[in-house]
């Protein structure tokens, strides 16, 4: 069995594309070819997975007609001719979108490989909602992502693929919490708040938490845990008062999520594809959607966890210490809440989401064409 996957950018989509390349290998002794941008975050990530990378110029298109969408365009094209003989040996392509998946995606359709789209946000992506129109079928996080595809095809609620790490976060939570604490210098007996705004930080989360901590300096039981972003960790530092009760870890990136999320009792962070790895792992999250998402999928995303009852949302223009101390306090202050969210995002997540996905490959390529 021959597998090209396809996309990447940023890790929020490489993550789920190796999740989803390792259950195909693993489960059904795949071969997989990796097909990416030369200069997304893949082009790192997959060959230290150990998995073939092939580069591929791609561009950021705009929603509307300019010189940027022109280039995104024919890059793309040319893409999919130069990696036209890779797709045309799989038995099937699968995306997880992004540009970068443009020229596999239109490969596919010209060698007529059988297409599975992973869509991990409610509001599907430019190039995966075109691509839809010729795929086999779409893997989808968030049960709304349906109504914004086109009628007719073949859409499964599969979940977003998490790391293999990340999935048994609940059966080794003891262990990896008494890790965490070493690692981050915190202690295991305190209410702990994990801050994250995405592999590359969240710079207005950072400022508004860096001035929140004046108001919960007070708090002996509760910990702060803030990855605040390459370069910016100094921010939330200063505003860290050495007389205060409350204890706070600052760190440009957490390479080992598991532990952290172990170690979390609530999650601040905004709401992309980490939110799988979130719920997952049964943690409460108090979500704010970065506001200039594309067509705001990221509100849409933490909506529906709201909905669900596995999170609380703070849109980002009223995100002030104002707001978000007393958010942080509501949750953490009231056990039967948190447990409660906690069920609810165990009850939303698809921790099994990179072996469903694997298995709709298989049963898709071996569909009457």
Known sequence: MNVVVTGGGTAGHVFPALATASALRDAHGASIVFIGATDGQEARLVPEAGFRFVPVRVAAAQTRLSFATVRAVALAIGGSRSVRPIVRGADVVVSIGGFASAPAALAARRTRVPLVLIEPNSVPGVVNRIAARWASAVATTFEQTAARLPAGMRIERTGNPIRPEIAAVPERRARLRAEACEAFGLAADRTTVFVFGGSQGALHLDQVIADSLPALAHRGDLQLL????????????????????????????????????????????????????????????????????????????????????????????????????????????????????????????????????????????????
């Open 226 to 369: 803030v990855s605040a972003g390459p370069g910016r960790e100094a921010e939330v530092a200063r505003a860290v008062n050495a007389g205060a009760a409350l204890r706070v870890a600052v760190v440009p990136f957490v390479d080992r999520m598991d532990r952290a999320l172990a170690l979390a009792d609530l999650v601040v962070a905004r709401a992309g594809g980490s939110v799988a790895e979130v719920t997952a792992c049964g943690v409460p999250s108090l979500l704010v959607p970065y506001p200039h998402a594309t067509e705001n999928h990221q509100e849409a995303n933490a909506r529906e966890l709201v909905t669900a009852g596995a999170a609380r949302m703070l849109l980002d223009r009223d995100l002030s210490s104002s707001t978000l101390v007393p958010a942080i306090l509501s949750i953490v202050d009231d056990a039967a809440t948190r447990t409660a969210m906690s069920n609810a995002a165990l009850g939303w997540a698809r921790p099994d989401a990179a072996a469903r996905i694997a298995d709709l490959c298989v049963d898709v390529m071996k569909a009457p064409s």
